[in-house]
């Protein structure tokens, strides 16, 4: 195999595996991939600074001098697992994301920002479809003047609609009143 075909195999291959590091594409990763809520199948950036046990902050670099130790996110505290760099590529620390809940990657700051960004349309959208469908008021009672009609809150008697309420609140508070 020649060095161009074994280039383009490992392209092939890191394209193909889910949440590298840095994702090739949106789509081939997924938030709901894993039924026991860990976080695999999530997406999330290089680290290049980390914890070691003591809690004090190291680099990837530095890290690479120490081999055997645990690292952890400065973000959201999960397990590390260093990464050795290439000639274009510097050392680099990935999320250990099989033994991570889905909610503690959610709020780390490596996690992609598209990823977030889909977070939050989602819940927005949840919460638009939640909402009741709005009501349009036509028919309205001057408080004013005791005048009912009917079309927009605007009056003609009194020449204003501030006095104005819903007819429907009339009927309940002064008319109709059930007790």
Known sequence: MTGTAVAATAITMAS???CAAEPVSS??????????GRGKGMRLLKCYLANDREGHFVTAGEAMSAQGQIWSCASCGCRLVL?????????WFEHD???????????CAHL?????????????RNMLNGLDATVMTLSWYCAWC?????????????QTGIYSIEEVNWQRNYCCSIR
């Not at 789509?27 to 026991?36: F, Q, T, Y």
């Not at 005791?146 to 009194?158: I, M, Q, T, V």
């Open 83 to 91: 990464h050795a760099g290439t000639f274009s590529d510097p050392a």
């Open 16 to 18: 193909t595996t889910a």
């Open 146 to 158: 005791g005048d009912h009609y009917h079309g927009l809150k605007h009056c003609y008697r009194c």
């Open 97 to 107: 994301t099989l033994a991570v809940s889905r909610d503690v990657l959610m709020n």
């Open 27 to 36: 789509a081939e990763c997924s938030l709901s991939g894993n039924p026991d």
């Open 112 to 124: 992609d920002p598209e990823v977030k960004a889909e977070a939050r349309h989602r819940k927005l």
